[in-house]
């Protein structure tokens, strides 16, 4: 929003007609982009053929486009930690990382489990312009996991929450998990749990508990204590006949659970990071801050398991859980530092490097786990539609060739605390348009003003 | 070698050194006049954010006794809860141009972490569940005093091996040195991913104190914190007692050349019976005496070592 961060060179204008030509088209071939009045007015090979006369044209050849980025699990930290992230700060990370719209988690101080806290999040997040910024709510007041937060006053608020979450916390009494599943029900809500017995893996528990934790003395974080919840909940969700989502999935046993969930046609959905996609419990060594993530990063064979299990559709989709912190957070004894890593910037390039560039997926299933489906289990109406005539022109256009080298200080995060420093990544994001208002191009950010 | 931040970053040969050295300045001990001249001008802080009575005071006897100026830090209450982190602490106090940091801290990796960010030499004095490494170098000095030399010994290792950082130093220390080192603890009171180190180490691992006894040079009874009784990590205290504890019967099991460590402070009546810890082969204060000793050698090889040549230098974690 910033006015220093909005170059005067800028060439596409808004509210003009504008054609992009020769992207491949999320996987389905090379095609232009019709863009009239913030919606997709015409997609595929032909479509220059409907664009008006003096319509812009943006030259995409070699790139692809897909739908605007859609992440169901952000940190922003507004209100309570501003030093960390601010909702305005967080969005520019967001756009420069492809991103259409972010889902703000509801551990924030205050937590985010009122009517009112959800519409201020919301309100913010239009007022700085560079993705929707739809609030999460809390699962239960103040996250302390005892009573049901207003569920149904904040899905009928301005800001339409339908994704609750005590994200940071396990709900993990299962009588309360069973009433919010119950309750959500009415209005299509649905649960996004954060799986961590805390009797298995308490508030210390910081390193995969295996032969590692074992050698360095970290307290063990089991991955049990991940999949038993993963299989209550699963239960729980079939014998309410709710919708359960399972946050930042992180073990080979949780997926095999999940696959099973999925055979019995019980409506569980699941996400796995990026960090869990690639960075493994051995960087732990050194005893690097920066890695300290909850739940931890895992043994290779976990991380292949997340692989194999996003490619075949047991995990639905890729979210962020983007986690900024102040550097004075992250600079203690190791259990002492705080949980969480930075992502939305990198994100695209990760999954594209792991994913993508391997074999492992199609951009069509980038689309599919990036945009599509975060946006069909959050309920967005406005999001994820896909590259279709009339959907609004939500868009990231990908440089899937690009050799990106990540640097901590470029980022637009208020936050450095950035597991990617100084890794090549193959695949990076050119351009972000938010209802057919360019947000991000090349790392620079534009806000609602521009 | 300019830290010691764990057993690890010593070569066989630097243990030996250390141990040799430590033979020396345990002369000085039994000496009317303690002081050698050799760390004078020298400045060493023994920073302690966990209490250690009996580490902090043999550290600082054994600056003292080289001449270094040592000063007592506590961490208490810092960091976290006033806003500042380690780091900013850590570098505060290099930044007055000290020599070395003692560092005792309550979490694991802590040492290695402030070696990271500050400039001067970094000994870790014990850090959480992970290290204590000036501790197994004393506990290998007690042994080969009495024993000789250890290759081809066979010592046990029993109690709570998973909280004990004591038994992570000692492990790597002995098989370093040549020895056979068994492990006799319950399950819940074995670290993670054992299986893996009895596979990559050679660890043997029992939970049967009484058919391990008999075949020991040495057994190193480990402490049981009085806070894990109530973790669920055993029954009762009298069970452990009975399965795990070297009491007075056991003491015949050991063959009679054998010897019976305790890095302290000990648990009359449970991991070892006050038989077993006065008996003629304990060398339970043998330890603490040695621990004066070998931490002058280690301050000599970390600070004097550097400055005579005798040391290479190279390896250190910078
Ligand atoms: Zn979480």
Not at chain 1, 257 to 277: F, M, N, S
Not at chain 2, 1 to 7: G, T
Not at chain 2, 149 to 157: C, N, P
Request: net charge negative.
């Amino acid at each position: 929003m910033s006015a220093e961060t909005r170059p005067n060179t800028e060439s596409l204008s808004t509210g003009s007609p504008l054609l992009i030509t020769g992207a491949d088209l999320a996987g389905a071939g090379a095609g232009d982009l019709l863009v009239i009045d913030g919606r997709i007015a015409a997609a595929g090979p032909d479509a220059g053929d409907q664009a008006p006369e003096g319509a812009q044209r943006y030259h995409a050849e070699g790139l692809v486009a897909l739908p605007g980025l859609v992440d169901l699990h952000t940190h922003l930290r507004e209100p309570g930690r501003e030093d960390s992230e601010t909702i305005e700060t967080g969005s520019q990370a967001a756009a420069a990382g492809g991103f259409t719209a972010v889902l703000a988690m509801a551990n924030t101080s205050p937590v985010t489990d009122t009517a009112e806290s959800a519409e201020r999040i919301w309100d913010l997040g239009q007022r700085a312009g560079y993705v929707d910024v739809h609030p999460v709510g809390a699962v239960t007041k103040a996250l302390a996991g005892e009573e049901l937060a207003e569920l149904g006053l904040m899905a009928r608020s301005r800001a339409r929450v339908r994704v609750f979450s005590d994200d940071g916390k396990c709900v993990h009494d299962a009588r309360v998990m069973r009433r919010a599943l119950e309750y959500i029900r009415s209005f299509d809500g649905v649960i996004s749990q954060h799986s961590q017995d805390p009797s298995l893996a308490g508030p210390t528990a910081c390193c995969h508990e295996g032969e590692l934790s074992g050698r360095l003395g970290l307290p063990g974080w089991p991955g049990v204590a991940e999949e038993s919840i993963v299989a209550r909940d699963v239960m729980l969700a079939r014998h309410t006949g709710s919708r359960v989502h399972v946050a930042h999935v992180s073990t080979a046993g949780s997926v095999e659970v999940l696959r099973w969930a999925k055979a019995q046609g019980i409506d569980a959905t699941a996400e796995v990071t990026p960090h869990h996609l690639l960075l493994t419990t051995d960087l732990l060594t050194t005893y690097d801050t920066v890695f300290k993530v909850n739940p931890p990063l895992r043994p290779q064979e976990d991380v292949e398991a997340l692989r194999e299990a996003l490619a075949d559709g047991t995990i639905d989709i890729v979210a962020t859980d983007h986690a900024p912190h102040v550097r004075q957070d992250k600079e203690h004894a190791f259990t002492d530092a705080a949980f969480g890593m930075l992502g939305l910037e990198t994100a695209l390039s990760v999954i594209s490097t792991v994913m993508v560039a391997q074999g492992r997926m199609t951009w069509a299933d980038v689309a599919r786990t990036m945009s599509t489906d975060p946006a069909r289990i959050a309920r967005l109406t406005d999001q994820g539609q896909g590259l279709t005539v009339g959907a609004p022109a939500n868009l990231t256009l990908v440089d899937p060739d690009r050799k990106v080298t990540v640097d901590a200080a470029n980022s637009k995060s208020l936050s450095r605390n950035n597991p990617w420093h100084g890794r090549e990544l193959v695949g990076g994001v050119h351009l972000t348009m938010l209802r057919g208002r360019v947000t991000a191009r090349e790392g620079l950010v534009w806000g609602a003003q521009a | 070698m300019k830290h010691l931040l764990s057993i690890a970053d010593l070569s066989r040969e630097e243990i030996l050194e250390i141990l040799d050295t430590a033979v020396s300045m345990h002369e000085v001990q039994h000496r009317d006049v303690k002081k050698l001249p050799t760390l004078r001008g020298r400045t060493i802080i023994n920073f302690f954010f966990e209490d250690s009575t009996r580490t902090r005071s043999s550290f600082e006897l054994a600056g003292k006794w080289l001449s270094a100026d040592t000063i007592n830090l506590t961490g208490k209450g810092t960091s976290v809860s006033k806003g500042e982190s380690l780091r900013d602490t850590v570098k505060t106090i290099d930044a007055m141009g000290v020599d070395m940091m003692i560092i005792r801290h309550m979490a694991s990796g802590a040492p290695a972490q402030i070696a990271r960010w500050t400039r001067c030499s970094i000994v870790n004095a014990g850090d959480g569940m992970h290290e204590h490494p000036s501790q197994a170098l004393l506990d290998a000095y007690t042994m080969r005093q009495r024993l000789g030399d250890l290759e081809g010994r066979h010592v046990a290792l029993v109690g709570d091996l998973t909280h004990s950082r004591v038994f992570r130093s000692n492990v790597l220390c002995l098989q370093k040195l040549g020895a056979k080192v068994t492990l006799v603890a319950p399950a819940t009171l074995m670290p993670a991913g054992i299986g893996a180190w009895s596979a990559h180490d050679g660890l043997e691992i029992s939970h049967d104190l009484d058919a391990v006894l008999p075949a020991v040079d040495a057994v190193m009874m480990l402490r049981v914190q009085r806070e894990r009784m109530s973790g669920g990590f055993f029954p009762t205290a009298r069970e452990y007692a009975v399965t795990y504890g070297l009491t007075k019967d056991r003491l015949a099991l050991l063959p009679d050349h054998a010897v019976i460590c305790h890095p302290g402070p000990m648990n009359r009546g449970l991991e070892i019976s006050g038989d077993a810890a006065d008996a003629a082969q304990s060398l339970v204060l043998d330890q603490v005496s040695a621990g004066v000793a070998v931490r002058m050698s280690i301050l000599y090889h970390l600070l004097a070592g550097e400055s005579s040549g005798a040391q290479s230098g190279e390896g250190s974690a910078a």
